[in-house]
T-cell receptor, first 110, second 115 residues
Framework: TQLLEQSPQFLSIQEGENLTVYCNSS?????LQWYRQEPGEGPVLLVT?????EVKKLKRLTFQFGDARKDSSLHITAAQPGDTGLYLC??????????FGSGTKLNVKP | DAGITQSPRYKITETGRQVTLMCHQT?????MFWYRQDLGHGLRLIYY???????DKGEVPDGYVVSRSKTENFPLTLESATRSQTSVYFC??????????????FGPGTRLTVL
């Protein structure tokens, strides 16, 4: 059983569309991270959110941490083909142990 | 080279054989992790280590052994490989969370096939 549930699992959209990826859990985390992974490579950190209700923006990407620190969302505005990849959320507990979601595979078509 | 490296990058072995995957990092990060990645499961933690000589089990430790005699190295051994251990294995490291910064840096992965 996955501690963190991500949805959707797959997303195929046209360039210019907006999308939102969700990461939900019944557990509280000290922080939550979002990673992006390209084929044949390891994941790379996009953002860390720590405070309940926190919103962080990274260019066209907006990350939100739920008030109860159990869930998070990633919103991409005007998606581009370069955004294609696997997006992973990870909850971090008080012992620096990481729990990854199953990932959202995004394909942005030109 | 600076960073985190894994070797080998690809490995094919047979059921019952012992296999060791190597991981080396040059940042002197206190934490190191081993994950396996399978379709539909994301990354699952096998073992992690908070410092040299300190290791702890993750979600899926059965069939794996780790050691950490030096801060920079964290080898993962499959004592008797099984087909279900066919996967892509990632090593990662991070600084201590007490420093207020715990980004994980991942190696390039080892693709292991057990026949």
């Amino acid at each position: 059983t996955q501690l963190l549930e991500q949805s959707p699992q797959f997303l195929s959209i046209q360039e210019g569309e907006n999308l939102t990826v969700y990461c939900n859990s019944s557990s509280v985390f000290s922080s939550l991270q979002w990673y992006r992974q390209e084929p044949g490579e390891g994941p790379v950190l996009l953002v860390t959110v720590v405070t309940g209700g926190e919103v962080k923006k990274l260019k066209r990407l907006t990350f939100q941490f739920g008030d109860a620190r159990k869930d998070s969302s990633l919103h991409i505005t005007a998606a581009q083909p370069g955004d294609t990849g696997l997006y992973l959320c990870a909850g971090v507990d008080n012992f620096n142990k990481f729990y990854f979601g199953s990932g959202t595979k995004l394909n942005v078509k030109p | 080279d600076a960073g985190i490296t894994q070797s080998p990058r690809y490995k094919i072995t047979e059921t019952g054989r012992q296999v060791t995957l190597m991981c080396h990092q040059t940042w002197s990060h206190s934490y190191m992790f081993w994950y396996r990645q399978d379709l539909g499961h994301g990354l699952r933690l096998i073992y992690y280590s908070a410092a040299a000589d300190i290791t702890d089990k993750g979600e899926v430790p059965d069939g794996y052994v780790v050691s950490r005699s030096k801060t920079e190295n964290f080898p993962l051994t499959l004592e008797s490989a099984t087909r279900s251990q066919t996967s892509v294995y990632f090593c990662a490291s991070s600084d201590s969370p007490l420093a207020g910064y715990n980004e994980q840096f991942f190696g390039p992965g080892t693709r292991l096939t057990v026949l």
